[in-house]
């Protein structure tokens, strides 16, 4: 079992910057992925941003080249740093973790929603 919980989330202007955390607990050794989603209303989630126990990341386009994941392993947490925020970035953000044999395809995990584990989300708002 892992639980995961997310912090970081909050009202921002637009042009802004956050940095969200996600604590994860219990049985995260091995090889694994670990990444951010997140769901706007009405949308379908998506993945945003993922990280393998390889180090190997992948962006959603949308996010690239402003948005930055990073884990530190020492305190068993994710983060992500977001910067240049727009209006569009406005949505619930989920961590979640998925044990994998193979963390060389974390990459490709990130147009999926099937991971084991998710955290209950942090709001993030973008105001123009």
């Known amino acids: 079992q892992v639980q995961l919980a997310e912090s970081g989330g909050d009202s921002v202007q637009a042009g802004g910057s956050l940095r969200l955390s996600c604590t994860a607990s219990?049985?995260?050794?091995?090889?694994?992925?670990i990444a951010w989603f997140r769901q706007a209303p009405g949308k379908e989630r998506e993945g945003v941003a993922v990280i393998g126990s390889d180090r190997r990341t992948r962006y959603a386009d949308s996010v690239k080249g402003r948005f930055t994941i990073s884990q530190d392993n020492a305190k068993n947490t994710l983060y992500l740093l977001m910067n240049s925020l727009t209006p569009e970035d406005t949505a619930m953000y989920y961590c979640a973790f998925r044990p994998t044999a193979s963390a060389w395809r974390c990459p490709d995990f990130l147009e999926r929603t099937d991971f084991t584990y998710w955290g209950q989300g942090t709001q993030v708002t973008v105001s123009s």
């Open positions: 219990g049985n995260t050794y091995g090889s694994y992925c």
